[in-house]
């Protein structure tokens, strides 16, 4: 199912002239409001979180920011086409306050302990979601319309099969670790606080093992290709995603997987213009059509044959609404509609009885050859 995304400022909460202080101060705030570690189990704080972090990797670097205001979605997304783009987008809770130790060494010196309550240490060891994944694809303009599949090859982190994501070697298990004790951290005085660190020796697990599997060298995890075809919906259009719960790298110690997002850039077709979920199309007609009035075919976007009344008199540049052969509406049954923009071409070349007619329809018509000016219309770069 696809996800319209929100506009990034808005995400943060912050003016577009935000400076890089304010926007980092904005997805500090949101960034542990809403964390899945302070928030197991809740899919909408996750879903927060995702989007706040995602937000904050754009407008916190100068020219993804630059590129995103001059551009919008489609300047910083589909730069990969088709191919193996993806990367992780999501980041882990310590690297919010500034890597590993930042957060719980500030909170540690004032509480002398971490975040796990009752004083105390916060275990890195125990179950974490797995990174999510992106992947970008370009879709045909047509493709994205009326909806597509897309093969999807990605790498990602799975489950050990060897040591079912233990990390021991078969009929071997862990011990605590004798430099931290378990707990994952040690402590250090510095003056009047004292000061918390990630185990050196067992990287915050808290545990250590004796003879690590080999197939995964002791991670529990194992790096993995994975094909895919993703359904994607009707009506997509360009920054649109779609989010396949789980399929991300798989989480450490028995936590959830992360997800794969499939990011949307859609080509641009050669004669019909989308905005939103109506299509634009240009329709060249003759003088006399334009004068007199005249029923002519056009062709949709799918491919119908459809047939339109041109009223007598209408000028060049004239929009004509064709109601329900737009685009359709993203998981929805309705369309948009169609716009013609009337082009009335004047011909070039004139044989000697149409240029004889010709000047008897001036001369019938009583033709000004002082016209008066009248207020300007359109774009001068036309």
Excluded: W
């Amino acid at each position: 199912m696809a996800e319209t995304k929100r506009d990034y400022y808005e995400v943060l909460g912050v003016a577009k002239d935000a400076t890089p202080e304010q926007i980092k101060k904005a997805y500090h705030k949101l960034a542990l409001a809403n964390h899945p570690d302070t928030h197991p189990g809740d899919k909408d704080a996750e879903a927060r979180f995702k989007e706040a972090t995602e937000a904050y990797e754009v407008l916190s670097d100068e020219k993804k920011r630059a590129a995103y205001d001059q551009y919008g979605f489609a300047g910083i997304d589909g730069a990969g086409g088709m191919g193996h783009d993806y990367s992780h987008v999501y980041q882990d809770f310590s690297d919010i306050f500034g890597g590993r130790g930042g957060f719980e060494d500030i909170f540690s010196s004032f509480f002398g302990g971490g975040m796990g309550g009752q004083g105390g240490a916060r275990r890195s060891g125990g179950p974490s979601q797995g990174s999510s994944l992106r992947y970008d694809v370009t879709l045909d303009f047509k493709d994205a319309l009326f909806g597509t599949k897309v093969d999807v090859s990605y790498i990602h982190q799975v489950v050990c099969d060897t040591c079912h994501g233990s990390g021991s070697a078969d009929g071997t298990g862990t011990k605590t670790c004798p430099t931290c004790g378990g707990s994952g951290q040690v402590r250090r005085n510095s003056g009047f606080f004292t000061v918390a660190t990630t185990c050196p020796t067992c990287g915050g697990r808290g545990q250590v093992i004796d003879h690590p599997c080999q197939d995964c060298h002791g991670s529990g995890l194992k790096r993995k290709q994975t094909k895919l075809r993703v359904t994607i919906p009707a009506g997509v259009d360009n920054g649109n995603r779609v989010t396949l719960r789980g399929m991300g790298d798989a989480g450490a110690n028995g936590g959830p997987s992360g997800d794969l997002v499939v990011f949307i850039t859609v080509r641009p077709d050669k004669y019909f213009v989308r905005q939103g979920a109506d299509l634009y199309l240009q329709v060249p007609i003759s003088f006399t059509q334009a004068a007199l009035g005249s029923d002519i075919i056009i062709t949709s976007v799918d491919g119908k044959e459809l047939k339109v009344s041109i009223p007598g008199g209408t000028q060049s540049g004239k929009l004509l609404r064709v109601r329900g052969q737009g685009a359709p509406k993203l998981n929805s049954t309705d369309r948009g509609d169609l716009y013609l923009r009337i082009q009335v071409d004047t011909p070039k070349h004139l044989g000697l009885k149409a240029r004889s007619l010709m000047k008897q329809l001036s001369e019938a018509m009583g033709e000004n050859d002082r016209p008066q000016p009248v207020p300007y219309e359109g774009d001068i770069n036309e």
